[in-house]
């Protein structure tokens, strides 16, 4: 049994699991503006509440799993890069600080890498051996697993920057700094101020939304703003060339798709799979596509098979 | 000892290498448009003569290394997928002809992969465990190695199909089926056939060219030519993007570029190291680039590695 820990941009979701079992679960609030290190006595006693709610204690269980939206480390020891939020963590000693405050060993993961481990350890994509993730969220999370082997790569970078691969070179700058990576195209928080510059965007019903993202924009598409309804289009065209370009680096059999976006899944899934379809260069035959349950689940769950195998 | 082909689009190359060391090099036209098959009676008088003139026979080679230009399968058995030339060899069974005609096992590999194995056993990467490759040809070929280990992938796709990640999806159609490929924008093939839409070609030097290429458009820029000047810097653009986003993909420490292109290496190579150290997200540093020597010698390298480390 081990306790695991997702840091997200708006929760931080705290999980209690056994051999893929989700025993409990809590969240807490990120508050990410103000930081990672002055929420970690919240953490703290959140994981003695969880664990007190459960009947059992820290002497029960094996190890801390912590996941976070940037660049780890190869050792699984602590953040290199991140953006925006939750820079203060940069080089922070989580391992130190967990067998101080709670005295078990920690690994910390990129949370997408963590997200395609729980699906193919306990998910969606559980036994696949050749696989992609993508999580469509605030940003565009991805991660990529060859013959069983989930890509870490020499600095930890390889497999999770999918959303910093390239759709249009004569696009938006990055705030990673690349000119026209998808994540800054076709991601909630790169479409609206992309949005903004398209011929159109001032008569639709999109000027208005206070409230932007994936859902906001498919739904003015439904209802028939004919602004909303091209920029769904060129959006497809982005997240299947996304879609590609990661079929293209990593050869595999399943796609797995999560995060926001597939609240959606009903309106977009099919049209998306079919473009990919039409668009990779694939001669064995096709990727299949899976969405994936609850992303959140699936990134506790892959912290918990980490910390499992993990020796510090 | 072994004998290795590497089946190019204008020659086919045999080597004689022992060790990582070349004894004797042919090269006997290709006619890559009458196909492969009709070529193999040449390429084994090829091998028997080169064998006689290095004062050896077959009997004292351990096997053969065959090197295409398109994907093959995971075995290293035969071709699965390849553009417009030798579409005559798929699923061709290369094994059983050297069993019949030369007595000897063999092993077929991706040209651009055994490049990247030859650089990294013998050549300018020697020792290099995490690095990727471009080899800037007729088409744009990649591969990569992570930890010391090839990527192959599922279906033999991986790391080999970087000219079709994409740099701009309202570009060029591919000839492999996707919108935008790299390959399609700014490859010696896809140049011209884009560059002929471009505002102000009817003015250019390039509108008269015969021998296309990248040399001809860097030379045209040289001479003062204002139309291939803006082509070469958009190619700049679209050659960096290509290339941060084999960084974004695998995480190497060293960028390997080969092929005809770095025979202008003199006037691009600094430049695009910019473009690509400015654009690339690598919190822990920044790739080295090297450019390749022979990218021939290098293929045949990669395919003798191979041949020596192969059981059929």
């Known amino acids: ?22 025993l409990a679960k809590i969240s807490i609030p990120a508050r990410s503006g103000t930081g990672l290190l002055s929420r970690l006595p919240d953490v703290e006693e959140g994981i003695r509440r969880l664990l007190g709610e459960a009947g059992t204690s820290l002497a029960a269980c094996g190890g801390i799993g912590i996941a976070l939206p940037g660049i780890i480390d190869g050792e699984g020891k602590t953040l290199l890069s991140i953006k925006d939020k939750y820079t203060d963590a940069l080089g922070f000693d989580f391992a130190g600080w967990s067998q101080e405050r709670l005295g078990l060993p ?9 997200a395609l481990i729980g699906e193919t350890a ?4 559980r036994g696949e051996r050749d696989a ?8 565009i999370g991805t991660a990529a697993m060859i013959g069983g082997r989930v890509l ?8 999770i920057l999918g959303g ?3 759709t249009d070179i004569y696009g938006e700058r990055c705030n990673c700094g690349n000119p026209g990576c998808l994540e800054a195209q076709a991601s909630h928080w790169g479409i609206p101020l992309r949005a903004a510059k398209l011929p159109g965007y001032a008569d639709s019903a999109l000027a208005a939304e206070t409230d932007w993202g994936y859902a ?4 003015a598409s439904e209802e028939g703003d004919a602004f909303a309804a091209r920029l769904e289009a060129d959006l497809l065209r982005h997240w299947s060339a996304g879609i590609v370009n990661l079929i293209h680096a990593y050869d595999p059999e399943v796609v797995i798709l999560s995060g926001g976006l597939m609240k959606s899944a009903a309106r977009i ?7 990919v379809r039409e668009q990779a260069w694939t001669p064995w035959g096709a990727p299949r596509f899976l969405a994936a349950g609850d992303p959140e689940t699936s990134v506790l769950l892959g912290m918990s098979y980490l910390a499992d195998r993990h020796d510090s």
């Open 106 to 114: 920690l690994v910390v993961e990129n949370d997408a890498r963590a």
């Open 164 to 166: 910093h691969l390239t």
């Open 1 to 22: 049994m081990n306790v695991t820990i997702d840091f997200g941009g708006t929760n931080i979701k705290i999980g209690l699991i056994r051999d893929g079992e989700m």
């Open 132 to 139: 992609v993730l993508v999580i469509f969220g605030t940003g």
């Open 216 to 219: 906001s924009v498919l739904r």
């Open 152 to 159: 870490r790569g020499k600095h930890g970078q390889a497999g």
């Open 269 to 275: 899934l099919s049209p998306l799979a079919e473009m």
């Open 122 to 125: 306990y998910g969606a994509a």
